[in-house]
């Protein structure tokens, strides 16, 4: 059974970097058959995919167009974990923050609140 | 930027069958687009129901259904429960990306 586990802070200030942490058990970061994601979700916002990351023989990452000039998703394969940075946030960047796995989305963190101010 | 409408709410009587929708703007769901299905209770995770158009996980109720309607993705419920009283995303790919829909709210009365 694949666990999320999320890690990181609840409050940023503006114009500076979100930084969160997922680690893996149940499965590995480095997998040829998974996928990576965050996920955020604020009632301005709905539910909005900001990324990803996957080993396919080599690393690959896509990202959001809303967020595609702030954002890096980072997999660590020594802590079999992945992260999220985002820069240069603003108020506009709270919510809640969820890691998910795969292209079905089939295992969830707990999720972070974010806030920013 | 692409948008993906859904039905903003809907109701449904406990034993009956609702239909939730999921539009592109950019045209017609095709299953190129793997569109997937979420259930969202109060203070959850959004828990997944269905990927790739009409694929379940094991936790899926047979009573939810994925398809292709008119150029939409759709999820249909198949002798509601009042469990499934909660809002129901969808989760749309297009080639580098993924789009959730707004929500539908489904209630169940």
């Known amino acids: 059974q694949v666990r999320l586990q999320q890690s990181g802070p609840g409050l940023v200030k503006p114009s500076q970097t979100l930084l969160l942490t997922c680690a893996i058990s149940g499965d590995s970061v480095s997998s040829n058959n998974a996928c990576w994601n965050w996920i955020r979700q604020s009632p301005s916002r709905g539910l909005e995919w900001l990324g990803r990351t996957y080993y396919r023989s080599k690393w690959y990452n896509e990202y959001a167009v809303s967020v595609k000039s702030r954002i890096i998703i980072n997999p660590d394969t020594s802590e079999n974990q992945f992260s999220l940075q985002l820069n240069s946030v603003t108020p506009e960047d709270t919510a809640l923050y969820y890691c998910?796995?795969?292209?079905?989305?089939?295992?969830w963190g707990q999720g972070t609140l974010v806030t920013v101010s | 930027q692409t948008v993906v409408t859904q039905e903003p709410s809907l109701t449904v009587s406990p034993g009956g069958t609702v239909t939730l929708t999921c539009a592109s703007s950019?045209?017609?769901?095709?299953?190129?687009?793997?569109p997937a299905w979420f259930q969202q209770k109060p203070g959850q995770a959004p828990r997944a129901l269905v990927y790739s158009t009409t694929d379940k996980h094991s936790w899926t109720p047979a009573r939810f259904s994925g398809s292709l309607l008119g150029g939409k993705a759709a999820l249909t419920l198949s002798g509601v429960q009042p469990e499934d009283e909660a809002e129901y995303y969808c989760l749309v790919y297009y080639g580098g990306g993924w789009v959730f829909g707004g929500g539908t709210k489904l209630t169940v009365l």
């Open positions: 950019t045209g017609a769901v095709t299953s190129g687009h793997y």
């Open positions: 998910a796995r795969g292209i079905d989305f089939d295992s």
